[in-house]
């Protein structure tokens, strides 16, 4: 009797989890194996593998595996991955337009230029004091990610100077990454200007290639 009434019980679970599964499915709660198996699909995934259309993912959420800065765009996918943003305002020069950090994760409040699209200026400070991207009397390649692709112009701040991009990139990030500009630098400051676009707002990560320069003690 006691065989009977277990088994009866087993089938019912059954149907009912199956039920559940045809008709809501990834609602049947507790129909899996008691060996604790199944879990997260994407705990392995690579970051970086797929476009999302909205703007950037960051929180400090999600399965963050972190790349090295010789891939850029991988290395800045974890970063957006792994931080809460940092929010700064542009401004429409670079004489009070707030400064900027490589290997953080920025979102920048752009202003309004009259005609239905959104620009402004940050400041990106190659040389940093304790925290250089790159050394003294060198130059090296500065990735600057967004989502969107968002046209970009650098100037020399001490000497207005303007840079051509020696690179632009196209790549998929599951926190919304798609596109990446390229500047020579040197260890100095740089006006970086982002837009025009037709948003008020730009997710933004600085990736020096191959990692900063930090000063020798």
């Not at 929010?87 to 337009?97: L, R």
């Not at 701040?157 to 020579?184: I, P, R």
């Not at 740089?190 to 000063?215: C, H, M, S, W």
Request: glycine letters at 12%.
């Amino acid at each position: 009797m006691y065989r009977n009434t277990e088994h009866g019980r087993m089938r019912t679970r059954l149907l009912t989890c199956l039920a559940a599964l045809l008709i809501v499915p990834g609602l049947a709660v507790g129909c899996g194996s008691d060996d604790g198996g199944g879990g997260d699909a994407n705990t392995t995934a690579d970051v970086g593998t797929t476009a999302d259309s909205g703007e950037s993912k960051g929180g400090g959420g999600g399965n963050c595996q972190k790349k090295p800065a010789s891939m850029p765009a991988k290395h800045a996918c974890w970063h957006v991955c792994a931080e809460t943003p940092i929010e700064v305002d542009a401004t429409a020069s670079g004489s009070d337009a707030p400064t900027v950090q490589f290997a953080k994760t920025y979102t920048v409040a752009l202003d309004e230029d009259g005609n239905g699209t959104y620009s402004g200026t940050v400041r990106f400070d190659a040389a940093e004091e304790g925290r250089e991207a790159i050394a003294d009397g060198e130059t090296k390649k500065i990735h600057f990610h967004t989502v969107r692709d968002v046209p970009m112009s650098a100037t020399a701040a001490d000497s207005s100077n303007d840079l051509s991009t020696v690179g632009s990139n196209e790549y998929q990030c599951d926190q919304g990454l798609e596109y990446s500009k390229v500047f020579e630098m040197e260890a100095q400051s740089y006006d970086v200007t982002l837009g025009p676009i037709d948003r008020e707002q730009a997710t933004l990560v600085v990736v020096p290639l191959n990692g900063p320069a930090f000063k020798k003690k």
